[in-house]
Structures are given as C-alpha cells and as structure tokens.
Nanobody, 116 residues
Framework: QVQLVESGGGLVQPGGSLRLSCAASGSFFRLNVMGWYRQAPGKERELVGTITNSGGTNYADSVRGRFTISRDNFKNTVYLQMNSLKPEDTAVYYC??????????WGQGTLVTVSS
C-alpha cells in the first residue's frame, strides 16, 4: 500500500505562483509515472501533467509554459510549480502515482483558488 500526502494549495492572486508537493510513503518497489490532475467546480477531472521516473514530462495545453512538474526520487515526492496563475486554474488538484507493476493511488486533493 502506498499513501500520498499533498500540500501547498491555497489562495493566490492572478499572476501569482504556488508550489504543490505530493509525498509517497508505504510499501512499494518502484514509483513509475507520477502526475497531477485537477477538477474545477462542475467539471470533470482533467490531466495537468505527468512525469516519468526518468524525468520525461507531459503537459496539458492549458498549462504548458506556465506549470512545471518535477520529482525527487530520493524523497519519493513529486512537485507542481505553478506560475502565472489564472482564475481558470482554480480547482482541486490531485496527485496520482503509478507504482510497481499495475498499482495506482490518488492523493486526497488540495484546493487552489486564484482570485483577486
């Protein structure tokens, strides 16, 4: 079993920055693709971006160039640096981790609100 603990959400003004963290703990052999998703009120959950264990990244068009995903494999942690935030980035952000052969776990979600 793997547990995820997310942190870093909050209220930020448009144009501001936030950094989310997601730390994995528990019993596993290998963390594979780690990623971030978000769900805005009244909308479906959508992909923000992913990162492989070798550092390859993939981003949604809506965040490319503003958001950066990184990971620290020693700390079993994935990060989401969000810059130039817009009101439409307001959502609950969820961490997602694939581990071992076919397992997957979701974080509890952290709220990001972009508003003046």
């Amino acid at each position: 079993q793997v547990q995820l603990v997310e942190s870093g959400g909050g209220l930020v003004q448009p144009g501001g920055s936030l950094r989310l963290s997601c730390a994995a703990s528990g019993s596993f052999f290998r963390l594979n693709v780690m990623g971030w998703y978000r769900q805005a009120p009244g909308k479906e959950r959508e992909l923000v971006g992913t990162i492989t264990n070798s550092g390859g990244t993939n981003y949604a068009d809506s965040v490319r160039g503003r958001f950066t995903i990184s990971r620290d494999n020693f700390k079993n942690t994935v990060y989401l640096q969000m810059n130039s935030l817009k009101p439409e980035d307001t959502a609950v952000y969820y961490c997602n981790v694939n581990y071992d052969k076919y397992s997957e776990v979701w974080g509890q979600g952290t709220l990001v609100t972009v508003s003046s």
